[in-house]
């Protein structure tokens, strides 16, 4: 059988994305192709190019160019507490038995800006077991990283995340967990002592220590299947047994290869706890 002919687009991005990953380091060769292709597309019209072989030559000698594609084809969409319910779950099922441990080291992997690593900071400081915890908070893109070390968020959003607050079971009142300035709400020293921001590429970097909860929450969606199950080895090679491993609501380890090697403890609510 005879396999298609390659259009000269998917050529012009295979070789983009070649490029990128033997020059800059960043490896984008197995993401999801649809939202790469339209990722790509609107990055050639905000810079105002004709084709992506113009974009290439760019990103090669254009330093700021590459900082802004990263920006641009990395996936930063998130909120403090977002799907509530995960929380609530998170609190009943997976908090008593991170009480059973003297110290606990999770893995945030894909944190962008940080919402929800405060938001988990927050979680297991209400539940006493915060100053006995490390959280490490992992991204490929510096910059979402920076901001995320900053804890300074639009103060507009406050009223939206102190709901979801709410609904994820919280137990003070949420504003005590920041500060108004300006129009920014800063959010407490305190809640960033025990976390550690720092990069790292899930398509290429490999595991630096054993985790009693790792959280990847929507972000295999825009991997591909190859790329995801080599994400699928990472984490269950950097989960201890018995670890908590938590998806996102379109994620799954269904047709993974360690599927079997999990128990789900929330029906619907994708967390799992490795049994094997």
């Not at 901001?147 to 079971?169: C, D, H, S, W």
Request: charged share 25%.
């Amino acid at each position: 059988m005879t396999l298609p002919k390659p259009t000269l687009e998917e050529i012009e991005i295979h070789l983009l994305l070649e490029a990128i990953y033997l020059y800059w380091g960043y490896d984008f060769r197995n993401y999801a192709p649809a939202s790469l292709k339209r990722r790509i597309q609107n990055f050639i019209n905000q810079e105002k190019l004709l084709n992506i072989s113009a974009l290439q030559e760019r990103i090669l000698h254009d330093k700021t160019c590459i900082e802004r594609f990263l920006l641009s084809l990395t996936v930063n969409v998130t909120s403090m507490f977002r799907d509530p319910t995960f929380y609530v779950a998170f609190r009943d099922e997976v908090i008593p038995l991170l009480k059973t441990y003297p110290f606990i080291r999770i893995w945030h992997a894909g944190c962008s800006t940080g919402e929800e690593v405060y938001s988990m900071a927050i979680l297991l400081e209400e539940e006493g077991l915060y100053n006995r915890c490390c959280i490490y908070a992992t991204d490929t893109n510096e910059n979402v990283l920076q901001k995320a070390k900053n804890g300074i968020f639009p103060l507009r959003l406050m009223q939206e995340y102190t709901r979801l607050y709410v609904k994820a079971g919280g137990k003070q009142s949420f504003s005590e967990y920041y500060t108004a300035a300006y129009e920014n709400a800063i959010f407490r020293n305190n809640l960033r002592k025990n976390i550690v921001f720092a990069q790292h590429n899930l398509a290429t970097d490999s595991s630096f220590n054993e985790f009693n909860v790792i959280l990847c929450r929507n972000v295999l969606i825009y991997f591909d299947r190859i790329l995801q199950h080599r994400v699928h080895t990472l984490f269950y090679n950097s989960l201890c047994k018995f670890g908590i491993f938590a998806l996102g609501r379109q994620e799954t380890i269904r047709f993974s290869p360690y599927e079997e090697y999990y128990q789900e403890l929330v029906k619907g609510e994708k967390l799992y706890r490795r049994v094997n």
